[in-house]
């Protein structure tokens, strides 16, 4: 079983920043892939971003390219994932979920209890 943890949400101004952080323990060396989802009120939870463990390989989905970027870490005994979210927009407005994929699955498979974002004009 492996526990995610979110943390470094709140609210912010339209063209702002933030970084959201994630930590993972447990059997994290069940772990191939990280990544971050969110899920807006009245929309279904979407993709955002995913990063592989062993060699970084990095993912974004199209609206947040280019201003959002994912990055992994290990300390503290747990495995690390962060989003540096840049030139915010209204619409990024979301619950950010850190999530994890066990190796072999086909998909995410662990999930965090989500870090409120909320973006202001």
């Known amino acids: 079983q492996v526990h995610l943890m979110e943390s470094g949400g709140g609210s912010v101004q339209a063209a702002g920043s933030l970084k959201l952080s994630c930590s993972g323990s447990g059997e994290t060396y069940s772990v191939c892939e990280m990544g971050w989802y969110r899920q807006a009120p009245e929309k279904e939870r979407e993709f955002v971003s995913r990063?592989?463990?062993?060699?970084?390989?990095?993912?974004?989905a199209d609206d947040v390219q280019g201003r959002f970027t994912i990055s992994q870490d290990v300390h503290d005994n747990k495995l690390w994932i962060y989003l540096q979210m840049s030139s915010l927009k209204t619409e990024d407005t979301a619950m950010y979920y850190c999530?994890?994929?066990?190796?072999?699955?086909?998909?995410?498979?662990?999930w965090g209890q989500g870090t409120q974002v909320t973006v202001s004009s």
């Open positions: 999530a994890a994929r066990r190796c072999g699955a086909v998909k995410f498979n662990y």
């Open positions: 990063i592989k463990r062993d060699d970084g390989t990095v993912n974004y």
